[in-house]
């Protein structure tokens, strides 16, 4: 992925955050010349397994993941593939009209990172399994009931075991990643603040969790530094 300087994270600490928030990710593959790259949609979290903080560009570090063992891309896959996974982080449109001069053009505010690494199937059925129920684990814990109760699997194990056979789980040992976090940086921080604020008064979620990250950064980003670093 291209990131101009200006777009790079502040610290690694973004990066691993985006993907904690947002764990819907794409993973690529190479395929067949004639056909072109595989590409699935499916939930991946950080390995239970995993102990420490991230590196700041996530090299070493360690995700699981599962996807349904009916896709072709599941069958196509094979243990020491290099692969990519995408996440998608806030996003949103930026009018003009919230510059205040012209000439102007309009942009797309958006961040994403990129995490490339090495895709390993996880053999067993218990393996598989655990990984189901990690998985239950973080989302419940991140995304769980708006209560501030997490559902207990227990009384559904018997279930999950059921389906498990016709999952596929792997792990993804990381060697690097990329993350773009394109906030405004590039323009006056007058302009970034109406910018932030904007999306702020918005209704959408992503708007909103836009404008956190925008006001994160311009607190590491004097007034008029644009390197966002």
């Given amino acids: 992925m291209f990131v101009p300087e200006c777009y790079r994270e502040p610290d ?10 947002n764990p819907l990710a794409q993973l690529v593959t190479n395929g067949p010349a004639a056909d072109g790259p595989r590409v699935t949609h499916l939930p991946v979290i950080r390995d ?9 560009d996530l090299s070493g570090g360690l995700l699981v993941g599962h996807m349904n063992r ?30 205040g001069v012209t000439p102007a053009s309009p942009t797309w505010n958006f961040t994403a990172v990129h995490v490339r690494g090495v ?4 053999a067993t059925i218990e393996e598989t399994l655990e990984v189901v129920k990690a998985t239950v684990r973080a989302f419940e814990r991140d995304f769980g009931s708006e209560l501030g109760v997490e559902w207990d699997m227990t009384g559904s194990l018997d279930y999950f075991r059921s389906i498990v056979p016709a999952v596929g789980a792997f792990r993804f040992e990381v060697t690097g990643a990329d ?3 394109k906030l405004s940086q590039e323009k006056e921080h007058e302009i970034r603040d109406r910018v932030r604020q904007c999306f702020a008064q918005r209704d959408s979620g992503r708007h909103r969790e836009a404008a956190a990250l925008m006001g994160r ?13």
């Fill in 119 to 122: 895709l390993r199937k996880i």
């Fill in 12 to 21: 690694g600490t973004w990066m691993a955050e985006l993907v904690r928030r």
């Fill in 179 to 181: 993350g773009m976090f």
């Fill in 217 to 229: 950064l311009m607190q590491t980003s004097p007034a008029g530094d644009v390197s966002g670093n």
């Fill in 70 to 99: 009916a896709n072709p891309h599941w069958a196509a896959l094979e243990s020491g593939t290099t692969a990519l996974l995408t996440f998608t982080g806030p996003h949103a449109y930026v009018s003009p009209t919230l510059y």
């Fill in 48 to 56: 239970p397994a995993m102990t420490g903080d991230w590196p700041p």
